[in-house]
């Protein structure tokens, strides 16, 4: 199971990998999700003092054009 710790350390490096700052993030997010995402929240998330909601998780994926990981047991 990933903590949000490790969460928050995979958006990092996603989002560098993506060459995208927190302000673009959260930009795109609000547009996808269609309510208003703050760039406080995406620094919040990154932090590990918010949880990431699943609905704003799969619109991350999206965003940074990534592939679903599928865990299979």
Same mark, same amino acid.
């Given at each position: 199971?990933?903590?949000?710790?490790?969460?928050?350390?995979?958006?990092? +490096?996603?989002l560098q990998?993506? +060459?995208?700052?927190?302000?673009?993030?959260?930009?795109?997010?609000?547009?996808?999700?269609?309510? =208003?995402?703050?760039?406080?929240?995406v620094n919040?998330?990154?932090?590990?003092?918010r949880e990431? +909601?699943?609905?704003?998780?799969?619109?991350?994926?999206?965003?940074?054009?990534?592939?679903?990981?599928?865990?299979? =047991?």
């Open positions: 199971m990933m903590t949000e710790a490790g969460l928050a350390e995979w958006l990092k +490096k996603s990998d993506a +060459k995208m700052g927190q302000a673009e993030l959260a930009r795109q997010l609000s547009e996808k999700l269609g309510r =208003t995402i703050p760039r406080t929240v919040k998330i990154l932090m590990g003092e990431i +909601k699943a609905t704003e998780l799969l619109a991350i994926f999206e965003v940074l054009a990534l592939s679903y990981p599928l865990h299979r =047991t």
